[in-house]
């Protein structure tokens, strides 16, 4: 009795069968993977990440051969499996071969743990950043594995030349269908190189702003002052101009403020810079000014200036609350208005302009002519054009008084 009449072949008697039972297999190695990946975390709390990683491979190896044996039950493929190792013709050469490329395998492995670990150390000594170091281990694998790899077709006797030629082929094909992650990929190790930003860093890419919370090959994510997440692609930020308000220690900072044209502006700029002058969250150098802005439609507008250390989001905005909290309390204390937009009322100088209505035109009941009655009983002036047909008026933003 062959292993095909005693397993799972035995059971299924037509294809559909055996298409459902290699469907129930493929979603049981699938669901299997699933749950070793998922308990990553758990080995990385009582192992090394490095032992966890390795035990992790070593049941998805396990699971992955475990369901190639019963798929190959199932469709009845014993037969070719065993021709194919009797082609293989194992023996004391093919042996020390084996051995010898597993030898160099291992020895490659090992060589990448320790650059790892290398590479770690620099990252606690800020030396790179967290992104930089992912970067430089998948380099290092690369640099090492693939001479290790052609190294393993030599000890064999196969057609390197072959090999590689397939390998480029194979590599146009991708490249011409993912153009766009291949790109995302080269950017990332743009960015390796240039150093732009780092974790944590309060940047501004594009119409995004907020902190730089992980950087992969491919991806950048930004968590936003909305406590939204952005992926933005490492292409797209090698494009654009990126605006890294961390880089320096200081940052500084602008709130524009308005006061009256009637005000004393050299006045009232000595009144906001004493009045940040002696504040807690501003840099005491370079030391806070104020400068002239522009000429506003209802006031002259003054902009403040001044510099916070160790540039967050937070510190900015407690920065600003204090500053216009303080200017607001020096200019109510020397009388130093800031206004608001305001209305002036005019007619047509070939009208007449406006005049005030006669008494006799009001209403004896205390109603106004449009009908409404003031709140306190008593009639009202009404101001009505000096000439009929004429326009009342026009309402323009201007920065002049009442008229």
Not at 270 to 299: I, Q, R
Not at 338 to 343: G, T
Not at 366 to 394: F, H, I, K
Request: hydrophobic share 45%; charged share 20%; proline share 4%.
């Amino acid at each position: 009795m062959t292993l095909a009449q005693i397993g799972v072949r035995g059971l299924l008697d037509s294809p559909g069968e055996q298409f459902a039972a290699s469907a129930v297999v493929v979603v049981a190695f699938l669901a299997a993977a699933g749950i070793v990946y998922a308990c990553g975390g758990l080995l990385k709390g009582r192992l090394s990440d490095e032992a966890a990683e390795a035990v992790q491979s070593a049941v998805g190896m396990a699971l992955g051969i475990a369901a190639g044996a019963v798929l190959v039950d199932i469709w009845n493929q014993w037969g070719p499996v065993a021709t194919a190792w009797g082609e293989v013709r194992p023996g004391p050469t093919t042996g020390v071969r084996a051995l010898i490329a597993l030898l160099a395998l291992g020895v490659t492995y090992t060589v990448t743990r320790i650059t790892k670990r290398f590479v770690r150390v620099g990252e606690r000594r800020d030396a790179i950043s967290t992104h930089q170091r992912e970067i430089l281990h998948h380099v290092v694998q690369i640099a090492l594995f693939v001479p290790a790899i052609l190294f393993t077709f030599l000890l064999f006797d196969a057609g390197v030349g072959n090999v590689l030629l397939s390998a480029s082929v194979l590599g146009v094909v991708l490249g011409l269908a993912a153009r766009q992650t291949l790109g995302a990929v080269l950017a990332g190790f743009v960015l390796l190189f240039s150093r732009p930003f780092k974790l944590g860093d309060w940047v501004e890419i594009g119409d995004h702003e907020g902190i730089i919370t992980d950087v992969s090959i491919v991806n950048t994510e930004i968590r936003t002052f909305d406590d939204e997440v952005v992926m933005i692609p490492n292409d797209e930020i090698t494009s654009r101009a990126v605006l890294n308000r961390s880089k320096n220690d200081r940052l500084r900072v602008t709130v524009d403020v308005g006061v009256d044209y009637d005000t004393d502006v050299a006045r009232a700029m000595e009144t906001a810079a004493d009045a940040m002058g002696g504040l807690d969250d501003l840099k005491e150098s370079p030391a806070p000014d104020v400068v002239v802005e522009s000429f506003g439609d209802s006031a002259v507008v003054l902009t403040l200036r001044f510099y916070i250390d160790n540039p967050t989001i937070q510190r900015k905005w407690a920065a600003q609350n204090a500053v216009m909290e303080s200017v607001k309390t020096a200019f109510e204390r020397e009388g130093i208005a800031i206004p608001f937009p305001q209305r002036v009322l005019s007619g047509r100088e070939q009208d007449g302009g406006l005049r005030v209505a006669d008494e006799r035109a009001v209403a004896a009941d205390g109603n106004e002519p449009n009908g409404e009655e003031r709140s306190d009983g008593e009639p009202e002036a009404a101001v009505e054009p000096a000439t009929d047909g004429g326009d009342t008026g026009s309402g323009d933003d201007d920065g002049g008084a009442d008229g």
